[in-house]
């Protein structure tokens, strides 16, 4: 086994690195939203914002950078029909609403910004933001909320209630080939309708089921299941 040694003033000299590089990140904080920002659900390309609001707890100025939402590592356990969309260019900074970026914070204040949501498509979908700052330094946030595409969102959600027994542990609606859909009991049957309709015929819904011979079925016209779950 090796063991590493350190002098007191080898450690000395890592404490006063450690300190050069930290004060600039340590005094700047998010202080709303507390936690990430959550969207909810939004319909497909209208749009939703909420604020943010960056404080210089610190006892010197900070000159801060470009405030970005910018591309998350996806998480290695969320691969299939369901899992978010990271997709930053959903998430933006409006120039106009935008207070904080290149902006020089005195200690004791406060800036803030804008953070639009815009979903491009259905489903869960997310991003990051960060506030840069000197050195190479940024504080963030987590961005998420949900696409909703109508009508179908609508009538999926009726079908669940009208058969519980059945539509068990939901995914959210997300696109797979030509199909906005939404999977249960761990993706055996989904559920899913045209989003480019190869003939000149309406959109239909269809359920699949991944059983030893997979089977898509046409259950009815999106129209026709739209008036029945009194969709607006």
């Known amino acids: 086994m090796t063991r590493t040694l350190f002098s007191r003033n080898s450690l000395a000299a890592l404490g006063a690195i450690c300190l050069a590089c930290l004060p600039a990140h340590a005094q700047v904080e998010i202080i709303e939203p507390v936690g990430d920002f959550q969207f909810g659900k939004v319909a497909v390309h209208s749009s939703a914002t909420q604020t943010l609001r960056v404080a210089n707890r610190g ?39 935008d207070g904080c970026s290149n902006t020089l914070l005195q200690p004791g204040a406060v800036c803030s910004a804008l953070v639009r949501f815009v979903p491009s498509g259905p489903g869960s979908r997310g991003s990051q933001l960060n506030v ?86 046409r259950l009815d016209y999106l129209s026709s299941l739209s008036r029945l779950a009194q969709c607006q």
């Not at 998350?72 to 969320?78: H, I, R, Y």
């Open 59 to 97: 006892p010197s100025p900070v000159q801060l950078g470009k405030v970005i939402s910018s591309i998350a590592a996806v998480s290695p356990l969320c691969t299939g029909i369901g899992c978010a969309m990271v997709i930053a260019s959903d998430f933006t900074i409006p120039p106009e609403s």
């Open 132 to 217: 840069f700052m000197p050195n190479a330094a940024y504080v963030l946030r987590g961005l998420g909320g949900t696409g909703v595409s109508q009508p179908l969102d609508c009538v999926l959600d009726w079908a669940e209630k009208t058969f519980p027994q059945l539509l068990t542990a939901p995914t959210m609606t997300s696109t797979a080939s030509a199909f906005h859909v939404r999977c249960y009991a761990q993706g055996a049957i989904c559920v899913g309708a045209d989003t480019a309709v190869p003939t000149p015929d309406q959109p239909s819904v269809y359920a699949y089921q991944a059983q030893a011979n997979p089977l898509l079925q």
